[in-house]
């Protein structure tokens, strides 16, 4: 008796960590579903289908009374209660803010991965503790989002029903009177219903173990294990942890909106478990032997000897019993372990993996690996009309017993077929002896070598049916209760699982189709930016051009009359003054009037200075001709076909144009223009458009100076420089090198200086359309290179690379 109570309560032990390792697991599978990450990243829309997946979950589970997320501010988002068995979702007017539940603040203020237990206690519904009384857990753990950020929290509340019933179980058959208390001596489960839950109602919080057995609490609460026997029975015990490192737990509150008041660390949250057998039922049965060997002795006086025999196979009989119900509970906790490692796996894989046939090569493999069978299968199953065909989707076996993918012997017996759809399950403990199996298909069973299965369906929201199948090929198999629980358990798993990989699929393609929407939607954008860009730039350059023209065109007429005359004054002046001077030499006396107007005017002077004046404004002229014919230059409207030129002088019209920005002019800074100019061959291409290249990369270049010296004053002693520098590449190309020592750039800004409307100028200095321009038109007009070199404080360099001939490339 001592033995079996030691063995009973290190089991219980087992089955209460099992099923605190199940709950946890299927926390963390509900913490780490896609929607509810989706819903973080800001798709709202999929809190309907966050909330299907946990009443689906709720639905197959039936462990849960509620299922929630809620975020940082303890509001619920979804919410699936249980029901009566009944789950269903809570609509969203109905949902309410738990900010003040003291397992709200505890899990809030996890890290991620940790795991939040609250003492098993009963649950409180406005103030008071629900009747009937509803014991409960609550597991919650925190949820982050993408970037790390902590967004809420994911809470499942235990029906501790569920526990406290697989506790009981394993204690039917057995003399003792199973007990579990909690670290301060209150029956969670007690012999009387009136002795549980003290702590809980004030009028009984002075109701402990310790007070009705304070011998026994004193070295129960002293140490982990051990038995010892007292007037009131034979007491045996030992300690549960059922927390891991990771996970933690708090005092609780025993009301409903007050604050836990201290945190727990995983081994000090922990359960005293005693059974006692009353002294008795030792006096019972030591009366009950002592008058059954007195009758014996005075009734069989003479069948000594057949008595000593009943004795002897009594107590064989006791002693088998006894081994026999030892193997029983070992099986029984052997299966139970089984079991949750089973799931564990299986949920550890739904996480880990939403790939369908990852999940359903790993659910047969375990079944078939822990149950130790000859082979298990998972079928579809297809109805086409009056039809029923299975294929075989994945297997796991021994070597030699592999069947074909594709194909399933059960789809030959119709009865078999039937059974399974109808009554979504089917055990056949021997195929040869079943009475529900007709001859023909006991022989053709027989023939492929199946001599027993149990077969389930698994149904999945979709409408698919799958048919998770194992088998016993040698020898007939009693399929016990034991193993049927556990393959229904893993079926529940795995139709969770099939679900989940489906709608991840659905998801995976509805994102797929957005994406590439998005992508041709973004092209469309770009090229109608291009296009709109083009159009603007086309439509200013055009302007320019026409004003330059015109001006040109009005300044040429009357410079060139100016400049035609020039000469004939010359002649006409020169030919005065000889006048003038062979008048003095003449042997003339001048009248008092003309000698004092010759003295008045200074005529040595005017005879001097005259010629130089003409001088100077035919220089002038020449200069007005020049600057004319670089606007002529820079305008090129007649040239809308590629034409071969003079690439230096597109560069030096695009500085005339600018020279009224180099020269100093406070509070700007003179800027040195240094020319590098290569021997260039002509180069064919359209010159009014790389004169617009040109002048946008000057006219950036200004502007990155005098940027530079409104930032930094004395960065660059106020003075500076943009060197310009061509040379004949190769060949074919030839380069040109604009350089200037401003502001420059930063990683994130050169990558995105050649996209359209992206400017880094204040509001009316820039249109972000120059470069864009600038590129398509080096890029796609002249399939040339533009590349740009630069560092934040350091300058700034555009490299344009041109072939010289676009005919022949």
Not at 38 to 64: C, D, M, P, V
Not at 137 to 147: A, H, L, S, V
Not at 549 to 560: D, K, L, R, S, Y
Request: glycine share 6%.
């Amino acid at each position: 008796m001592k033995t079996s109570e030691i063995r009973k309560v290190k089991m219980q032990a087992r089955v209460i960590v099992g099923n605190f390792n199940l709950v946890v697991s299927d926390l963390m599978v509900l913490s780490e579903q896609i929607e509810l990450q989706e819903i973080l990243a800001g798709a709202n829309e999929q809190t309907s289908t966050l909330a299907e997946e946990f009443l689906s979950f709720s639905q197959h589970k039936k462990l849960y009374d509620q299922i929630r997320f809620l975020d940082t501010t303890g509001k619920e988002i979804v919410r699936v209660n249980f029901n009566s068995d009944c789950p269903n979702i809570v609509p969203k007017e109905q949902l309410q803010v738990q900010l003040k539940r003291y397992w709200f603040y505890d899990t809030l203020g996890l890290n991620k991965g940790e795991v939040f237990i609250s003492p098993l206690d009963l649950n409180i519904e406005r103030g008071e503790v629900e009747q009937p009384i509803k014991p409960m857990i609550r597991f919650g753990t925190p949820i982050f989002d993408n970037r790390g950020q902590k967004r809420g929290i994911v809470i499942l509340n235990y029906f501790g029903k569920k526990l406290l019933d697989s506790f009981v179980q394993v204690s039917f058959g057995t003399p003792g009177q199973s007990m579990l208390l909690n670290a301060d001596g209150y029956w969670l489960k007690g012999a009387k219903k009136s002795d549980e839950w003290g702590f809980m109602f004030p009028n009984r919080q002075n109701y402990t173990f310790g007070k009705v057995f304070p011998d026994v609490w004193r070295q129960v609460s002293q140490s982990e294990s051990g038995q010892l026997q007292t007037p009131e029975g034979l007491f045996t015990y030992t300690t549960v942890y059922p927390l891991v490192e990771g996970q933690k737990s708090s005092t609780g509150s025993g009301q409903a909106f007050t604050p836990s008041k201290n945190q727990i660390a995983h081994r000090s949250y922990y359960w005293k478990i005693v059974s006692q057998v009353p002294a008795e039922a030792f006096e019972l049965s030591s009366n009950g032997l002592f008058i059954e060997l007195l009758y014996l002795y005075i009734g069989l006086v003479g069948s000594t000897g057949i008595g000593s025999w009943i004795l002897a196979k009594a107590s064989v009989n006791r002693q088998m019993t006894e081994i026999e119900l030892s193997k029983s509970q070992a099986r029984l906790l052997e299966l139970a372990e089984r079991e949750n490692l089973l799931k564990r796996c299986l949920s550890s894989h739904i996480r880990n993996s939403l790939e369908l046939n990852t999940i359903l090569s790993t659910a047969v493999a375990e079944v078939y690996k822990l149950l130790q069978i000859d082979r298990c299968q998972f079928l579809w199953c297809y109805i086409e009309d009056e039809s029923i065909r299975f294929e075989l989707s994945h297997e796991a076996c021994r070597e030699d017993f592999l069947t074909p993918l594709g194909s399933s012997p059960i789809e030959k017996v119709e009865m078999l077929s039937q059974a399974i759809i109808q009554e979504k399950f089917l055990q056949l403990d021997n195929v040869l002896t079943d009475a529900r199996l007709d001859s023909v298909s006991r022989d053709f069973l027989l023939s492929v070598g199946l001599a027993s299965l149990v077969a389930v369906a698994i149904y999945t929201h979709s409408n698919r049916l799958g048919i998770l199948v194992c088998q016993q090929t040698k020898d007939a198999h009693i399929w016990s209760d034991n193993e049927v629980e556990l393959i229904l358990g893993v079926a529940d798993q795995l139709a969770i699982a099939i679900d989940q990989a489906e709608l991840y699929n659905q998801s995976r393609a509805a994102t797929d189709v957005a994406t590439i929407q998005a992508e041709k939607l973004q092209k469309a954008l770009l090229q109608l930016q291009q296009t709109q860009a083009h159009l603007i730039q086309t439509e200013k350059m055009s302007s320019l051009g026409q004003l330059v023209a015109g001006i040109a065109h009005e300044i040429n007429n009357p410079v060139n009359f100016i400049y035609g005359n020039l000469n004939h004054i010359k002649q006409d002046v020169q030919q005065l003054l000889e006048l003038i001077e062979l008048y003095q030499t003449a042997d003339v006396t001048p009248t008092p009037k003309l000698q004092a107007y010759l003295e008045n005017i200074d005529l040595d002077f005017i005879t001097e200075d005259l010629p130089k004046m003409i001088a100077s404004m035919k220089m002038g002229s020449e200069r007005i001709r020049q600057i004319v014919l670089s606007l002529r230059n820079f305008s090129r409207l007649e040239e809308a076909e590629m034409k071969s030129v003079n690439i230096h002088e597109g560069i030096e019209s695009s500085l005339l144009i600018l020279q009224h920005r180099l020269k100093e002019k406070s509070p700007k800074i003179e800027i040195e223009i240094i020319k590098e100019y290569g021997n260039l061959p002509k180069v064919e291409c359209y010159p009014g458009q790389l004169n617009q290249v040109f002048m946008n990369l000057l006219n950036n270049a200004i502007d990155a100076i005098e940027t530079l010296l409104v930032m930094l004053p004395s960065s660059i002693n106020n003075q500076g420089k943009i060197a310009i520098e061509t040379e004949i590449y190769d060949s074919k190309n030839i380069s040109v090198k604009i350089k200037d020592n401003g502001v420059g750039m930063n990683e994130e800004v050169k990558k995105r200086i050649f996209d359209p409307f992206f400017t880094t100028k204040p509001v009316g200095k820039g249109t972000g359309l120059g470069l864009s321009i600038s590129y398509q038109i080096i890029t796609e007009k002249h399939r040339g290179t533009i590349e740009c070199l630069s560092e934040q404080g350091k300058g700034t360099e555009f490299w344009i690379k041109l072939p010289v001939q676009q005919s022949g490339s």
